[in-house]
């Protein structure tokens, strides 16, 4: 503030003061005048109040912050209860799904077959110059037709079969694995059931038609995979 003095003001602190709060408009600062205007009283009022403020704000700020860089996360858990659920696919899998019928006796056949199981060292190395593995189609192209027919049939593998004591009520459809032709129940569009224990859901009589099997002595194992 201007004493309207032709004297150049002095640039005391006092007086930087007195300007700036003048103009500020910072609310409470402005108040602070040391009691030169105003009772010394209000300016320790003020400065009280202005630390108050400023020490708050400082704590939300800090604790804000910290809570952001904890990152906290928020968990609901809620119960439901289904009155149905949906059953899953099931799949089941012969472990020896070749029908000996289909091939030939031929030795040469069975050390072929032999080497592509997992224990391939049992078996002689294969002379793919021999005129026999030409003759036989081991070059033709092999088509889903043909997995099919060298495989045991399904119709025979699956004897009879009940979902929730309704006989035949699933569908079952041939898939293609690495074990050879399985069957998937259930898998197209999937049922839902509200029954549940040992007597209900799939119940599956099963003949691994352990006869046809081909080659059971070099398999690992005769039996079923089920997922
Ligand atoms: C295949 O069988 C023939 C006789 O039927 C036999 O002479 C030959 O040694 C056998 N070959 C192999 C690799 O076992
Ligand atoms: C493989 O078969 C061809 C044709 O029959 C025959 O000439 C050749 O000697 C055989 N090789 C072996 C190692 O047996
Ligand atoms: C199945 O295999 C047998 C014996 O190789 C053959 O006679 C028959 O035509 C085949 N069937 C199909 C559908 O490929
Ligand atoms: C195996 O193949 C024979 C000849 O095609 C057929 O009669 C028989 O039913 C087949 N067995 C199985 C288990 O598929």
Known sequence: MSDNSDKPEQL?????????IESTGFHAVNKIDFGRKHPLARTVFWIVLW?????????????ELSSYYRYPTITTVSLKYADKLQFPAITVCNLATKNRSMFGDDNRTEH????????PAAA?????SDPFYSTEGFF???????????????SQFIEFHEFDLKS?????????TDLGLCVRFNGDIP?????????????????LLLDNDYYPESY???GLKVK
């Open 51 to 63: 630390l108050a403020s400023a020490s708050y704000l400082i704590y939300i700020v800090t604790t």
């Open 168 to 176: 035949n009520y699933l569908n079952y459809s041939p898939v293609a």
């Open 140 to 154: 033709n192209e092999r088509t889903i037709e043909d997995f099919y027919n060298e495989s045991k049939q399904l």
């Open 220 to 222: 690992v194992s005769s």
């Open 191 to 207: 049922v839902t059931t509200a029954m549940y224990g040992g007597l209900y859901n799939l119940h599956v009589y099963i003949d």
């Open 124 to 128: 002689t190395p294969i002379n793919w």
């Open 112 to 119: 072929y077959y032999l080497r592509i199981t997992p224990m």
């Open 12 to 20: 005391t602190f006092a007086n930087i003061w007195d300007d700036y």
